[in-house]
């Protein structure tokens, strides 16, 4: 996951290393470990130790493979799916972010994982199979060594790994059920959002329609590729964005996200023991949102 920052210094230049350190609260030995292995970029471009931030950079930090075992223990309910000695399957609830950042580094779903491995005397890495936004609700997978972590990631980068979501959008798709096969690049006016582009990074979805009424449907998607925001993007594109979305539609009385759930996954088990298949059941304010809109 890629955490991204607009530098306000003024006419000031400021080095990279103590903006890190200082604004966005990295230990030094971290912030130059991450800058060694190449994960910071500037303006979309690799930072060096030496390099000065100027008033408008965008500073992007990867964090996807850190392990965290600094992150401080809380006890806050886990919804687990599925759980055995290589991988741990949670529902996150909405509203929460998977990990912590520099300016939210309590309250989050390895939070409150790290408290769950504690609990039972483990010494497990923390380590994230996938990631879901913030007010993106449904399954997230941890897996428990960094061996499994990286058997798990080749399967997602050669597919083997299923992700399917459920959607309330606004107005119904022609034709009901298909592919979304549009790339998807950054958007130049705002460092945020992503945006169907021909230049951009290939993008592909499948989609079905479950149910359809007042104006609205409930549709269930399958993410064949992996770019940033791209249920949320591509459905967008097609004049139907997801009720809630505020980044790439609009706010919503009837809800307070965006209505995308992270339903279902299949995985093949880290040591060949079959197929995974894991379930999340719907929030309750999905459920209210397609009671109110008589999606069944």
């Known amino acids: 996951m890629h955490n991204k920052?607009?530098?306000?210094?003024?006419e000031n230049r400021i080095y990279i290393l103590d903006y890190m350190s200082g604004t966005l609260g990295f230990s030094a030995r971290q912030a130059k470990r991450l800058l060694k292995d190449k994960k910071v970029l500037i303006n979309g471009k690799a930072a060096y130790r030496d390099n000065r931030l100027k008033n408008g950079d965008i500073l992007e930090v990867d964090l996807a493979e850190e392990s965290r075992e600094d992150i401080r223990a809380e006890d806050i309910e886990l919804s687990i799916i599925y759980e055995d000695d290589y991988i741990l399957a949670v529902n996150k609830p909405p509203y929460m972010l998977v990990h912590p950042t520099p300016n939210h580094p309590a309250g989050t779903l390895l939070n409150a994982v790290a408290n769950h491995f504690r609990k039972q005397g483990k010494e497990a890495s923390l380590r994230l199979l996938n990631r879901l936004d913030m007010n993106t609700s449904g399954i997230v997978v941890i897996p428990k060594s960094a061996a499994v972590h990286r058997t798990l990631d080749e399967r997602m980068k050669d597919g083997s790994i299923k992700k399917y979501y459920i959607a309330i959008i606004q107005g119904v798709i022609k034709p009901e059920k298909g592919i979304i096969d549009k790339p998807i690049g950054k958007n130049e006016e705002d460092p945020i959002r992503r945006t169907v582009a021909s230049d951009g990074q290939p993008a592909v979805t499948a989609y079905e329609t479950l149910s359809k009424s007042k104006g609205c449907s409930m549709v269930r998607l399958e993410l064949l590729t992996g770019?940033?925001?791209?249920?949320?993007?591509?459905?967008?594109?097609?004049?139907?964005?997801?009720?809630?979305?505020?980044?790439?539609?609009?706010?919503?009385?009837?809800i307070g996200r965006q209505a995308l759930h992270a339903s279902d996954m299949e995985l093949p088990h880290p040591l060949g023991k079959g197929i995974i298949k894991l379930h999340a059941e719907l929030p309750a304010d999905i459920i209210s949102l397609a009671a109110e809109l008589e999606l069944e």
């Open 5 to 10: 920052y607009e530098i306000s210094c003024g």
């Open 227 to 254: 770019r940033t925001h791209q249920i949320r993007v591509h459905l967008s594109h097609l004049g139907c964005p997801i009720i809630g979305d505020t980044l790439y539609g609009e706010e919503s009385r009837l």
